[in-house]
């Protein structure tokens, strides 16, 4: 015995709006993939920060001297390299657009007015711009040894110190 209900879905995936009586609320083909697009780059960059933020891991805390060698002087050696540069880039950029989306993603969830919205995901995206050009600026135009600096306080790779 089939139920009611049953007859009145006959066609679920259909792009009419009512069937036998029933309103659905589907768009067409003109709708946007961008939640699509949003979802798969979530995986995506997921997978490519577990390797990045392993490999960051790896480098910093058990080659060489460990956590225990990690200072300035460490830091700007490893960014003397282009290849470290381009590494924690892509790392950084990558975390801060996928904890933005996954952000954006709640406050589409739990916020209920529009205006209130509207205004988080304002904030969220201008303090996101903010730490990728400030981040992408830091490891760019690091010098970790400024001409004309005290000597005392160089690292102990400059030459000079």
Sequence with gaps: MSTPLKTKISVPRSRDLQVDGVK?????????????????????????????????????????????????????GKWANPFWQVW????????????????????????????????????????SGFVILLGTMVIFTFEPCPAGADPALLASFCPGA
């Design 24 to 76: 659905y609320n589907r768009a067409g083909s003109s709708r946007s993939s961008f939640e699509m697009i949003a979802w798969l780059f979530m995986r995506m960059s997921g997978m490519v920060l577990l390797v990045l933020v392993f490999g960051h891991l790896y480098v910093n805390l058990m080659v060489g001297d460990g956590v225990h060698a990690i200072d300035f002087g460490f830091v700007g």
């Design 88 to 127: 924690d880039l892509v790392m950084l950029w990558l975390a801060m657009l996928h904890g933005t989306n996954g952000i954006r993603t709640i406050i589409d969830d739990y916020a209920d007015r529009n205006t209130t919205r509207f205004w988080l995901k304002v904030l969220l995206f201008v303090a």
